[in-house]
């Protein structure tokens, strides 16, 4: 009796993202085969979504099969992008029961989120790996008794996919800091003669024209009282010319030691700040590629091949009425 599978998708926590500006908007893909069921769209959850669906899904027969994940971003006008996806062996979650678990997904052999996943399997117990295994069908004879066992032997090859951590070595752009010699103008004091024009005070000889009281001689007019006999004799003033000594203020030339600002050019020695250019040693960060090691699960198949020695009864006498065991 064929057995049917439950998935409840519940949150996912998503590290790699598909878009540049906005949200993501998630959903889920569940794939066995040929079936095909999506879940619904948490618009703009970005990554952190959360779902509130139940998908049930037919359980297939083969032993080995497996159920794909695959989580999506849906887009309106372009293709939808997948941000990761899981496999889930389906004969694990019918030996497991209801279960609750963290699933890890990936992109490209990346790590790129978890999803919170509940899984339900009803039907019959142990549908999926007694329906991959041969049945035994007893032959009787026409006397009654059973034939002796004749032991065979049957081989199944299993394949399994497992998730194992390996090591890498890829080159990746980093930027690290790296002393480097190079030019540039800095500002730094030196010595330099140059003219400057100053002024200071200093004694000079120069002549000026000054006004001081001085004796000098000199002929005035002056009118005095004097005898003189006349015939008729009296006393008159008359104008008389004499030299007479008196002190007046004249202009005269002289020279004198005065202080007065006069400008200079000489040489000194002073300090400025003049562009230089020189070469300093810096640090400062580049780009270059370098190869690192770095570890990441993969997922890789593996053949388990497995023998079953079985006993079988065969009746020869009967082998053309009833068949040997057939697989289904």
Known sequence: MPGSITFRPIEANLTHNTELIGKMSP???FQIGEQVV??????????????????????????????????MDKDRFTKDDQIGTCCIKLNELETSGPSSKWYPIYYH?????????????????????????????????????????IVEKKVFHEQQQIVEPHTFVKEVDVVETRPVIQEIEVMEPVKVVKDVEYTEV?????????????????????????????????????????????????????????????????????TEYVPVTKQVEVTEPVHLKKAVEYVEPVITTKTITKEIVEPVLVNEEITTTVGPATLI
């Open 27 to 29: 959903y889920c893909l």
């Open 38 to 71: 999506k879940s619904e769209i948490c618009k703009k959850a970005g990554k952190h979504p959360q779902w509130d669906d139940v998908i049930t899904m037919t359980a297939p027969i083969a032993q080995d099969s497996l159920v794909s994940i695959h989580v």
């Open 109 to 149: 052999n990346k790590p790129a989120g978890e999803l919170l996943l509940e899984t339900a399997f009803e039907g019959q117990s142990g549908f999926i790996a007694d329906s991959a295994i041969a049945t035994e069908e007893k032959v009787i004879t026409q006397t009654g008794f059973v034939a002796e066992p």
């Open 202 to 270: 200093v004694p000079v000889m120069k002549k000026i024209e000054t006004i001081e009281p001085q004796v000098v001689k000199k002929e005035v007019e002056a009118i005095e009282p004097r005898l003189v006999t006349k015939t008729i004799q009296f006393v008159e003033n008359v104008p008389v010319m004499k030299e007479i000594e008196v002190i007046e203020s004249v202009p005269i030339v002289k020279e004198v030691e005065a202080f007065e600002p006069q400008t200079f050019t000489k040489q000194v020695e002073v």
